[in-house]
């Protein structure tokens, strides 16, 4: 738990100074490239594996990627995808 409230710490005074302009435009609203849909698996990380920014992508994860056929019960899956297309 330390390691990430030293992180915390670590990114509010070095990183979003240094970036503030950056992180102004992440909070006037975003704008993603793309829908990106992948496992809850802490080892992947869809920014580095694309090469993108934070905001380029709008990520949904879930365990085991899976995704609902249409007209399946109601599931965050399916209002996350109606989300993103709708919306976004």
């Known amino acids: ?3 990430l409230v030293d992180g915390i710490h670590k ?3 070095d990183v979003f100074c240094s970036q503030e302009r950056f ?3 992440l909070a006037d609203g975003q704008k ?3 829908l990106f849909i992948t ?3 802490s080892r992947i990380d ?3 594996l694309t090469q993108t920014k934070p905001g380029e992508l709008f990520i949904m994860r879930n365990a085991g990627n899976i995704v609902p056929p249409y007209g399946a ?3 965050g899956e399916a209002a996350t995808i109606e ?3 709708a919306v976004l």
Do not use: E
């Open 11 to 13: 990114f509010q005074k």
């Open 83 to 85: 989300y993103a297309v």
């Open 23 to 25: 992180f102004q435009r």
């Open 46 to 48: 869809p920014n580095m």
């Open 32 to 34: 993603p490239l793309a």
């Open 73 to 75: 019960a109601s599931s």
């Open 1 to 3: 738990m330390q390691k």
């Open 39 to 41: 496992c809850s698996d």
